[in-house]
């Protein structure tokens, strides 16, 4: 170009400034670059700057600048896009690489650009978005509502500057049941349509939260609690009188629990966890009226939190009280024992043995989680090693959080788990359930590739309960598919099940992925599905979880087929 190496005008640099602001302010969660190309002058997003230890918002010839960060094996992709965009060859970018954030790790990016002309078709600016995919994302993608993360950023910061506030969560009862009977798409647009009434009617955006599931978060620095529940009847009133939507009408539930934080010697997740608590008490025993969560709890209720408190607390020290039993998997032809499924149970002398679905979804957005994560991993890793000794090809199932899959270490310390084990990894299979998609789903994807390159496998777990089985199963690499025991329950006296057994199979095959039937209780029920070009069979009429030492007891004495 004919003006390159010139400095920037101070008019030119205006103009720059302006521009960028603009496309800062729909570029989300993502980082910005603007480059004026008759000067290659840029200006870059600060939170880019600063994750990559970059010289300056400010740089001429950031392209250069930019390439000493990428991944030398990615770096002649790069330079070629680049290039072509500079001669005038190409008008648009898109290419994801790896760069090097400022703390040494290589972060996956996605890079997309475009140029554009002036008046007399000449390439004038050069801009775009960089998604950092390493980087936990503050916005739901959903509603284009803050996240959890988002929602925990501000409560910690609340909470450091000792700012009283009050914080409401309000969820859709029955999300679930919309879901199966209109399809994902209809419960979309319907979170969608809830978060766009509440930030109309309740708070700024910044102030709604999309939270888990069927539920929104709302932080309120001013309204009283009288003021709220007056609020929480008007938007019930409206949700109960029936809204048109998509041209149905809908009548919709809701549920809500309040919480006042005025004392500042607590931490975020306690807050959360009362918050939680008043929700579901909402639900489950007040019909949706609100609940407003005070200290003084019910006996009961009490116990219950101080229950998940001990839980919590134990991942602190050292994990005591958590132990793994191991649910054998069978061939479905041979019947043989060719792996089995790691389960997480925790027990005290107080409290006994609980069961992982009491205390797992509580724990699993918990920043402590991914330590528990990894101590099951690793537990179960070394556990498998002692049966592989006898039966080589044995398969571990170990059950993952969405949440754990969102460390951008998570490869990185299955890949070492696995080296020190000796273990080879075509013998893990991770289980993820149809909670992942909740996460970014480029970056699921590309977490899976890698870990599958390695020759890791991955199933799905509990196919066909959530709403998006078949999407997920369609845009991701799985091996096998795990159909929910839901689905086979009561497959002796009920053809409907046999039709529904027939279609997840086809899915299956159409994705070339295996599948395995959880929750094999009777003979009748073996005798059945084994006709379905089934791979694998789980559920009490083989064996109920049991521990370490009594698989390896089985093993040994060579009871390893589970036929009856
Ligand atoms: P899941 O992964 O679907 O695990 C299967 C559950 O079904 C287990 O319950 C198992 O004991 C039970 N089950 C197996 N066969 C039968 C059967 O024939 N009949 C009946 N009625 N039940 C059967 P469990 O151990 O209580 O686990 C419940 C859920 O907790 C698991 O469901 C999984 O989602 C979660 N979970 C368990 N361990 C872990 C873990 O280590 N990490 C994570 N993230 N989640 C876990
Ligand atoms: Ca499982
Ligand atoms: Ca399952």
């Known amino acids: 170009m004919e003006n390159i190496n010139q400095r920037i005008i101070e008019k030119a640099k205006r103009k720059l400034d302006s521009l960028f602001e603009s496309y800062a302010m729909i570029a989300e969660d993502r980082y910005v670059f603007l480059c004026d190309m008759r000067y290659d002058y840029s200006r870059w997003s600060k939170a880019l700057v600063d994750d990559f230890g970059l010289p300056s918002e400010y740089m001429y010839g950031a392209g250069e600048i930019w390439e000493e960060h990428i991944h030398p094996e990615d770096r ?40 554009v002309t002036d008046e007399y078709g000449k390439p004038e600016y050069f801009g775009g978005t960089i998604r950092n995919h390493s980087r936990r994302s503050q916005i739901d993608t959903i509603t284009g509502l803050r996240n959890q993360y988002g929602f925990f950023a501000d409560l910690q910061k609340y909470i450091r500057n000792h700012v009283p506030i009050r914080i409401g969560m309000v969820g859709i009862g029955k999300l679930t049941e919309i879901n199966e009977v209109y399809g994902y798409t209809v419960g979309n647009t319907l979170l969608q349509y809830f978060g766009r009434y509440l930030m109309d009617n309740v708070t700024s955006r910044n102030d709604t939260y999309r939270m888990d599931g069927a539920c929104f978060a709302i932080i309120s620095k001013t309204q009283s609690e009288q003021e709220l529940y007056d609020l929480y009847e008007e938007i019930r009133g409206h949700f109960r009188k029936g809204i048109k939507f998509n041209d149905m009408d809908m009548i919709i539930e809701l549920n809500a629990g309040l919480i006042t934080l005025d004392d500042f010697n607590v931490d975020d997740q306690t807050v959360y966890s009362c918050l939680n608590f008043a929700y579901e008490e909402s639900k489950i025993n007040k019909h949706g009226d609100l609940v407003i969560f005070k200290n003084e709890l019910t006996e009961n209720n009490r116990k219950r939190l101080e229950k998940l408190h001990a839980i919590r607390a134990s991942i602190t020290k050292n994990f005591n009280g958590f132990y793994l039993v191991y649910q054998p ?77 969102e460390r951008t270490d998570f490869t990185d310390v299955v890949w070492n788990m696995i080296k020190k084990s000796e273990f080879s990894p075509n013998q893990l299979c ?29 199933a799905l777990d509990d196919f066909g309960t959530g709403f998006s089985s078949v999407g997920l199963v369609k845009n991701l690499p799985f091996d096998t598919i795990k159909v929910d025991r839901s689905f086979v329950q009561e497959i002796e006296n009920d053809d409907r099940e046999k039709k529904l057994l027939n279609n997840f199979t086809d899915i299956a095959g159409t994705f070339g992925a295996e599948v395995c ?32 030492d009594e698989l390896l007891e089985k093993v040994k004495s060579g009871e390893n087929c589970f036929a009856r």
């Open 517 to 548: 039937v959880e929750g094999i209780e009777t003979t009748g029920m073996r005798d059945i599905i084994k006709d379905y070009g089934i791979h694998s069979f789980q559920g009490y009429y083989y064996s109920k979880p049991i521990s370490i």
């Open 430 to 458: 991770l289980e993820l359930t149809e909670r992942c998609r909740l996460l970014d789903m480029d970056m699921l994807r590309n977490v899976m590739v890698s870990l599958r390159q390695g020759g890791i496998r991955i």
């Open 76 to 115: 002649g992709g790069y330079r070629l896009q680049l290039d072509n965009i500079f001669a005038g060859r190409e008008k648009c970018h898109d290419i994801q690489y790896r760069a090097k954030s400022i703390d040494g790790e290589y972060n996956l990016c996605t890079c997309r650009g475009i140029v």
């Open 329 to 405: 998997v069978v061939d479905a032809k041979s019947e043989k024992l060719i792996g089995a499924e790691a389960l997480l149970r925790w027990r005290s002398d107080e409290y006994g043995v609980v069961p992982p679905d009491l205390f797992i979804p509580f724990l699993e957005n918990d920043p402590l989680f991914p330590d528990l994560g990894e101590w099951i991993l690793n537990t179960a890793i070394n556990d498998a090693a002692k049966i592989m000794k006898y039966i080589p090809g044995f398969i571990i199932n170990v059950n993952l959080s969405y949440s754990q899959l």
